[in-house]
């Protein structure tokens, strides 16, 4: 049995459309219901208010001082409540997928790919949203991110992706003016370009089994873009995904100094678990997978060779 709020819920959004045509019969149409019931929502409505809503005069609907009151009210709030429904249901049935993903993934491994997931699934949109946190709320806006870490964030599924294992990376440009480091405790001879936090850099000397030093300066960026940027100018030396850099490197652009490597990291698909996703978030999970293999068996050959 419905409540007596649900009864008033109901009666409050019919008052709301009769007041917006000034007729019961039209009301009734927008409703696909009879003008009889429209009439008896609006009667149980005004019982339950105590007044008067409408004046009913021959060939036409008037409000009271009242309803007109209570029509201001609640117009707005009808047509948010419409208006959100609507972009839910045009969200259930778009085939857009929107990803939050972490700028230097994108840049590094991900746009140079997009070509094939666009020929494969041309009906399938796919909308990047760039940034380097993740919060719950962010999926209020987002089907699936890509995060990076030792460990998904918890309370997520996750789907490993790349291998982001963190080594020394110079440009050739610092070579040329200070050379290359031949152990680590040479870096104390070199700017080092840390994250927000010196963590990476005290986990890289710690795994090195070397001492930590703070290098000649030390700069904190949090944006691995800038990192980066700053590293390509020969500011320094930062903590970079080699994977995503093999390009470069072998390029001779850039120089990875040593083969000491932190593993741990990687990169990861996630999203909130309890919550189902659509047929076009699997599509692009799948694909990610296949591209993922993919890489590590052209990795794998480029090795053996």
């Known amino acids: 049995m419905a409540s007596g709020t649900d009864i008033h819920l109901n009666a409050l959004r019919v008052f709301s459309v009769a007041a917006s045509h000034l007729s019961f019969a039209l009301a009734a ?17 005004e019982d339950y ?33 419409e208006s959100t429904v609507d972009q839910m249901r045009q969200k259930s049935s778009s ?39 993740l919060a719950a ?9 890509v995060t990076w870490g030792k460990a998904p964030p918890a309370n997520m599924i996750a789907v490993p992706l790349v291998s982001a294992g963190l080594s020394p990376i110079m440009h050739i440009s610092l070579a040329g003016r200070l050379g290359v480091p031949q152990c680590p405790a040479d870096l104390k001879n070199f700017t080092l370009l840390h994250e927000e936090t010196r963590l990476g850099w005290t986990e890289w000397f710690d795994h090195a089994g070397a001492p930590a030093t703070e290098g000649r300066q030390s700069y904190l960026i949090d944006d691995t873009n800038v990192r980066y940027q700053s590293m ?9 995904a080699a994977a995503l850099l093999k390009s470069q490197i072998e390029s001779g652009e850039l120089i990875q100094p040593f083969d000491i490597v932190l593993n741990e990291y990687r ?4 999203h909130p678990r309890g919550r189902s996703l659509p047929a076009r978030c699997q599509t692009l999970i799948d694909w990610l997978q296949k591209e993922v293999a993919q890489s590590s068996r052209e990795n794998a050959a480029g090795e053996a060779r």
């Not at 696909?32 to 009667?43: D, K, L, T, Y």
């Not at 990169?267 to 996630?270: D, E, G, K, T």
């Open 49 to 81: 208010l105590g007044t008067r809503l409408f004046l009913r005069e021959p060939r036409q609907l008037v409000l009271t001082h009242e309803g007109n009151h209570l029509w201001q009210k609640l117009s707005g709030p009808f047509r948010a409540i």
């Open 95 to 133: 085939q857009q997928v929107n990803l939050i993903c972490r700028p230097f993934f994108s840049s590094f491994w991900m746009a140079s790919r997009l070509h094939s997931f666009w020929a494969a699934y041309p009906r399938v949109s796919l909308n990047l949203i760039h940034q380097n946190t």
């Open 232 to 240: 390509l100018s020969g500011q320094g030396i930062m903590l970079g």
């Open 137 to 145: 709320s962010d999926f209020d806006r987002a089907d699936l991110a």
């Open 29 to 45: 149409k927008e409703l696909n219901v009879s003008p009889s019931a429209i009439s008896h929502q609006v009667r149980i409505l």
């Open 267 to 270: 990169y990861w698909l996630v």
